[in-house]
C-alpha cells in the first residue's frame, strides 16, 4: 500500500496499515477463520519449540491496524541468530510437517545426547 511522500519523508520506515509483516498473506489466511486455524495448528505442531506457541499477530500502524495473521516466534531460531518470527507457509511446512528440514530444529536435536 503506498502512502503520500510527506509521510515517506517524515516517517521513513513507519508501516502503513494494509502491509504485512513477513511475507504476503496466504490464501488459506485470508479466506478461513484465524482462530480455527491457529486452535488447528498448535494442536498439529511436531516441534517442541512450538509447542501452543501459534498466535493471531497484527500491527498498530498509528490509526489503524496491519491484516491479522498467524505467527509464531521460535525460539530456537532466535538461538542461532536467524529471524525468530515464522508465519503460515513455513508454520505448516516445517513446524507442523516436517521439524527434521527445520536448520534451528536440527542444530537444537545436535545439541542432545542420547543416552
Known amino acids: ?14 508501516p502503513v496499515a494494509g502491509d504485512a509483516f513477513g511475507p504476503p498473506l496466504t490464501d488459506v489466511e485470508l479466506r478461513v477463520n484465524l482462530s480455527v486455524l491457529q486452535h488447528q495448528l498448535n494442536g498439529e505442531m511436531k516441534c517442541p519449540a512450538g509447542k501452543g506457541q501459534v498466535y493471531i499477530r ?3 500502524t498509528g490509526r489503524t491496524t496491519t491484516r491479522p495473521r498467524i505467527a509464531l516466534k521460535c525460539s530456537l531460531k532466535k538461538s542461532i541468530g536467524q529471524p525468530h518470527e515464522v508465519f503460515y507457509e513455513e508454520i505448516k511446512e516445517k513446524c507442523c510437517g516436517n521439524p527434521d528440514g527445520c536448520e534451528a530444529y536440527k542444530k537444537f536435536k545436535d545439541r542432545f545426547v542420547n543416552t
Request: proline fraction near 12%; avoid cysteine.
Open 1 to 14: 500500500m503506498s502512502s503520500s511522500p510527506l509521510r515517506k519523508a517524515l516517517y521513513p520506515s513507519a
Open 58 to 60: 497484527s500491527l498498530l
